[in-house]
């Protein structure tokens, strides 16, 4: 490749995807493995000092669930752009601390593949092109907006 040329390529060609868990609330306890929910998503992390928790009995049967610093995730349900808090399609990275906890529903991990850069998909997926072309595949009622994987690979 010439330096300077550009190659066109699906995202879905570089990635795995990882849907979340929808984690009972009955489970939800005060020790035991971290529980990571859209609404302790911050603009580009989450908030660590408010997640919930569930027995570690329970959740070593959700260890494909684990989540580890600087992985991304893409918000998957949530709000359209005039609440941006919460909005659909929203792209996080893990900040460190809290490595083994679980991802809960409405988000998916967005795993590179192929040589894809981790921190480069990241920045890709918190882009202003990004950010327009998924909101534009979103669907749903007046209040709350979704995204699909193959929306997010497209």
């Not at 066109?8 to 060609?13: F, K, N, Q, S, T």
């Not at 950010?131 to 749903?140: D, R, V, W």
Request: net charge positive; hydrophobic share 35%; proline share 3%.
């Amino acid at each position: 490749m010439i330096l300077g040329e550009w190659k066109r390529a699906r995202l879905g060609d570089h990635i795995r995807t990882r849907k979340c868990y929808a984690f009972k609330s009955k489970w939800y306890s005060t020790k035991g493995v971290l529980i990571v929910k859209v609404s302790d998503f911050t603009e580009d992390s989450v908030r660590v000092s408010k997640l919930t928790r569930i027995p570690g009995e329970i959740a070593e049967q959700y260890n494909q669930y684990s989540l580890k610093k600087d992985d991304v995730i893409i918000q998957t349900v949530g709000s359209w752009p005039t609440n941006p808090k919460s909005v659909a399609g929203k792209a996080i990275k893990v900040p460190s601390g809290i490595d083994g906890a679980l991802l809960n529903q409405n988000a998916v991990k967005i795993v590179p593949t192929s040589g894809l850069n981790n921190r480069y998909l990241f920045y890709l997926l918190r882009s202003n092109d990004f950010k327009s072309y998924i909101i534009g595949c979103a669907q749903g009622a007046a209040n709350q907006a979704s995204i699909t994987l193959d929306s997010i690979k497209d």
